[in-house]
């Protein structure tokens, strides 16, 4: 039984940084795609980024160059780094795992539970 533990949330001010991790534990199979969305307030859920298993990265126009997607497979961890916060990035983040090694946004299979981040 695969689960996603999510850490790293918070309360940060505009320009700040944060650091979100997503542990995989009970996973044993081949690297797969890795990905972070979020959901602010009366919105809908969003992708953030994604990594495939190759390591190849995919951001959505609103993080990129402020946000880092990264991974440590030994540790079956993935990371998003957030840097120079706006705002409007106040949202819940979720991690999820995809089914493949390709990302796509039909194939994640499992999430974590999201951790809240706040930025006034």
């Known amino acids: 039984h695969v689960q996603l533990v999510v850490s790293g949330g918070g309360s940060e001010q505009a320009g700040g940084h944060l650091r979100l991790s997503c542990a995989a534990s009970?996973?044993?199979?081949?690297?797969?795609?890795m990905g972070w969305f979020r959901q602010a307030p009366g919105k809908g859920t969003e992708g953030v980024a994604a990594?495939?298993?190759?390591?190849?990265?995919s951001y959505a126009p609103f993080v990129k160059g402020r946000f880092t997607i990264s991974r440590d497979y030994a540790k079956n961890t993935v990371y998003l780094q957030m840097d120079n916060l706006e705002p409007e990035d106040t949202a819940m983040y979720y991690c999820?795992?995809?089914?493949?090694?390709?990302?796509?946004?039909?194939?994640?299979?499992?999430w974590g539970q999201g951790t809240q981040v706040t930025v006034s």
């Open positions: 009970g996973y044993t199979g081949r690297p797969v795609c």
């Open positions: 990594m495939d298993s190759d390591g190849s990265t």
């Open positions: 999820a795992k995809g089914r493949y090694g390709y990302c796509n946004e039909r194939y994640f299979d499992t």
